[in-house]
């Protein structure tokens, strides 16, 4: 497995940003109503929709955030270089 610099926990990043498309999925679903099997029961919180936007914009934030950090554990472990980080970002 390559890099490791950050004890590959920049992959929490990916699961928190998931927990927040699961919130905005299941948004309008009211806990009375919730669907899924009984332990894995689904609801929403019923915000409203410019909180579901920001929420969003979030979640793609983080996705982006894990991928330069993963970019960059690669970069300094050895397994890509400093000049394929600063392509993939477009650093100049």
């Given at each position: 497995?390559?890099?490791g610099h950050f004890d590959y926990k920049?992959?929490?990043?990916?699961?928190?940003?998931?927990?927040?498309e699961q919130d905005i999925k299941y948004n309008n679903i009211h806990y009375d109503?919730?669907?899924g099997k009984e332990y894995e029961?689904?609801?929403?919180?019923?915000l409203e929709p410019?909180?579901?936007a920001f929420l969003q914009k979030v979640a793609?934030?983080?996705?982006?955030?894990h991928?330069?950090?993963?970019?960059?554990d690669?970069?300094?472990?050895?397994?890509?270089?400093e000049d394929s980080f600063q392509e993939r970002f477009n650093i100049k």
């Amino acid at each position: 497995m390559s890099g490791g610099h950050f004890d590959y926990k920049e992959s929490y990043l990916t699961y928190i940003a998931e927990q927040l498309e699961q919130d905005i999925k299941y948004n309008n679903i009211h806990y009375d109503e919730a669907v899924g099997k009984e332990y894995e029961k689904r609801y929403g919180y019923q915000l409203e929709p410019k909180t579901i936007a920001f929420l969003q914009k979030v979640a793609d934030q983080l996705y982006y955030l894990h991928d330069i950090l993963r970019e960059y554990d690669h970069s300094v472990s050895g397994d890509s270089s400093e000049d394929s980080f600063q392509e993939r970002f477009n650093i100049k």
